[in-house]
RNA sequence: GGCCCGUUGGUCAAGAGGUUAAGACACGGCCCUUUCACGGCUGUAACACGAGUUCGAUUCUCGUACGGGUCACCA
């Protein structure tokens, strides 16, 4: 066709801005050498997957490490799925695992002299790039119908040829200049196509930082650019904006494989510098023997929120991402248990290229070992937080007495080897429970080696000579002599050597203290439980227990 | 179906042309121990298969199988 320029003002009047004035508009960052500018470029959806959470993980390390620039960028190009309130949702879960954004969509608003940042407020900046590329003869209006696709792939089924609108099917490709001004002015619909000069019997490749040398044939469908409404799809946006807005490093999900050879085609005829991309893979769930991607409607822990529900820790659940983003960093936490996140060396070429399988159990023993570090101040303050939102009661229990509750959740903390109790926010309160005269339940069984005689005896006795100022070693001796006094074995040892000679051991002595002070037969240290619970309430205890 | 990606124990993974093929989780045993938790020691368990290159391949190449992704005016 002759006047390509033409039709481009013919397709899209309105859209006047130049290239030029773009390109002065967004004009190359200054930054540090080395500096990456990554994307989180979510749609609207409200639902936030755990699997975001590994490019946004990636994306905010690759940025924050090197001194660049992390942006949110909404893809609202369709406004069938968009939510109210998604930005919001996605904001504030995302703060929760710390990350936040230097530039981009804000709760209200946006921040950042690259904008818009909402892409349906881009339209002019995509029309302007489009207009190029029809003048170029590069992009061409389409006015085939839904029907006539879905005819033209009945058709490609039926030659065993392959789908999408291309060579002898691209209909609409060869229209001339009249016949599209005709449509045009009789108000007919259309897209514009990409026009692909891609040859599949070449090949082409990238250098992806995390899958290595991709290889491909080259595109030959003409895609579409700009729907009906003029709005971009994904693939044109991407191109677009990850240039005006000077992205360098693209992080996203291993599913946009299949048309990234569109996309180098489209950078490359926009004259854009090809971004470097990291495909991450997906995260799995063995369903049935079988793995499959994490689905956000049968599986209830791909959401997000979920963890939080469950009472995960933020911190937990951002340790085990970064054991799977990178594969050193088990190694680097074993070796710096209490350094913060922030000190670890996140790299590109320590991330795994397949799938794995999301693991509860791993989860769940990365997060003991996480909250085992934690300062008991922090659990306090984290477990309310949860509370506050989930439970009540515990939250009633806790902030009551802060004190109180501290000094429950510093036992066998802060110490060399501290306790591994709590995985999740959830199990703190029956952690707790028997501290609390109404969270206290009787539920232990008495040991049964130890006669109901004897048993009283061991209450009425220990009710006596317990005395809160004893250290730990006299008190226990004291255990010690009334079990001897009882016919117990001081030492477990010199019981099962000789098991005749007694009636059963300290153990046993102990175990009648430990059920009727704490209602179960196991606990943490009872010394310690019993110094926080107070004199009286612990004769109480042994009173109630007879 | 076409195209693309992948495959080291149950899971996450390190590794490298020659290794007793790390480590973590889970599971089992033992030890420590007044219970539990912690900790220590220890055990079971893996390079998908078949060719080729090579003195030698789990590592390189090619096939096969299996798994995943994608083929929209969704992202």
Redesign the pocket.
Known sequence: MADYKKLADLLYPEATLTIEEIEKKYPARNLPEGACVTRL???PTGFVHLGNLFPAVTCERLSHQSGGTFILRI?D??Q??EVEGAVEILLSSLKRYNIIFDEGATADGEVGSYGPYY?RQRADIYKAYAKKLIAEGRAYP?????ER?EEM?KEQEQN?D????YGKYAACSNLSYEEIEEKVKNGE???LRFRSQGD?SK?DHIDDLI???????END?D??ML???G?????F?HSVDEKTMGVTHVVR?????????FHVQLFKALGFPLPHYM?V??L?K?DNG????LSKRKDPEASLAYYYEQGFSAGSVMEYIM??LN??F??WR?ANPTAPLDDFKFSPD?M????????M??L???S??TI?VMTAEDVYEQVTAWAKDNDSELYDKFTADPDYAKRILSI?RGCE?????IAKWNEVKAYVSFFYDDLFTQSGEFPETVSSEDKLEILNRYSELYDENDD?ET??GK?TNLAEELGFAP???LYKKNPELYKG????V??V??VAITGR???????EIMKILGADKVKERLENAK
Not at 142 to 146: D, G
Not at 231 to 235: A, F, R
Not at 253 to 261: I, S, Y
Not at 290 to 293: A, D, F, L, M, P
Request: glycine share 6%.
């Open positions: 470029a979510p749609s893809e190009t369709d069938k799925r892409q389409c006015f085939c119908s839904e696709l792939r065993k392959n789908f999408g609108y619909k259309f897209v599949p090949t899958k290595g040398r991709l290889e491909f044939p469908i895609h579409v729907k009906s409404d709005i971009p799809t994904y693939h946006a999900g291993e599913e946009w494989l299949a048309t990234l050879p495909h893979a997906q799995m063995l079988t793995k499959r991607k054991t799977l594969s050193n088990e190694e074993i320590k795994s290229i397949s799938g794995c399988l999301f693991d159990d791993k769940i023993d990365v003991r070992n085992s066998g080897k501290p306790r591994k109790d730990q008190w226990f255990v030492k477990t040892k051991h300290v153990g046993d102990s175990m203290l430990r037969r196991n606990s943490p240290d009872l010394y």
